[in-house]
């Protein structure tokens, strides 16, 4: 049963033209995670957030926002895309911050910026 | 600054082989560190998690272990599978929870 899901899994937009990534879970897990991850390199941690409190990573561009309407569900917009956004999105989410606990990864969107 | 390194970037055996992915950290404060398996096109599947009392950690044909003192852990794969031909993950977690994700291994199994 997947636990994490992510839709689309493939998405294509043009330059400059908004877009937003889905993620939910099935986990009722407090803190979900976004990550971009550029091909072969390690994922880029972007935001979470711990129940309704939104955590900006300090490099993260202001192009990229995010929402959380209930515990369920996050949203990643991307205002303008750049063909430097094109990346693979991570959703991820984990019982608690820190400690033992494991963070569960969606099986991610694939954005292309035309 | 914050590190995690692994070694070989890639790595090439025969099925069945086994083989030993290796992980070194700078993280610090340490909390847990762990291995993530990730297809290509697909996002990190946890395969094990330790803390720093933790020696081993075992999943299946998995075995991961942690040197706290030296800051090395290892994944050691047996008897490998042409569905283990993927990138593994060394991510190692601080105590603010924030995660340092290492380059990756890639791994491919050929017949």
């Known amino acids: 049963d997947a636990m994490v899901i992510q839709n689309p899994r493939y998405q294509v937009t043009q330059f400059g033209k908004p877009v937003t990534l889905s993620c939910s879970q099935t986990l009722n897990h407090n803190v979900m995670y976004w990550y971009q991850q550029k091909s072969s390199q390690a994922p880029k941690l972007l935001f979470h957030?711990?129940?309704?409190?939104?955590?900006n990573e300090a490099d993260t561009p202001d192009n990229f926002q995010s929402r959380r309407p209930n515990t369920s569900f996050c949203f990643l917009d991307i205002r303008s895309p750049g063909l430097g956004d094109a990346a693979m999105y991570l959703c991820?989410?984990?019982?608690?911050?820190?400690?033992?606990?494991?963070?569960?990864f969606g099986p991610g969107t694939r954005l292309t910026v035309l | 600054k914050n590190q995690v390194e692994q070694s070989p970037q890639s790595l090439i055996i025969l099925e069945g082989k086994n083989c030993t992915l290796q992980c070194n950290y700078t993280v610090s404060p340490f909390s847990n560190l762990r291995w993530y398996k990730q297809d290509t096109g697909r996002g990190p599947v946890s395969l094990t998690i330790?803390?720093?009392?933790?020696n081993t950690k075992s999943n299946g044909r998995y075995t991961a272990t942690l040197d706290a003192d030296t800051k090395q852990s290892s994944l050691h794969i047996t008897a490998s599978q042409l569905s283990d031909s993927a990138s593994y993950i060394c991510?190692?977690?601080?105590?603010?929870?924030?995660?340092?994700f290492g380059q990756g291994t890639t791994l491919q199994v050929k017949p």
């Open positions: 957030y711990y129940d309704k409190d939104f955590n």
């Open positions: 991510v190692v977690g601080g105590n603010t929870g924030k995660l340092i």
């Open positions: 991820a989410t984990s019982r608690v911050r820190g400690g033992r606990d494991t963070q569960y």
């Open positions: 330790m803390t720093f009392s933790e």
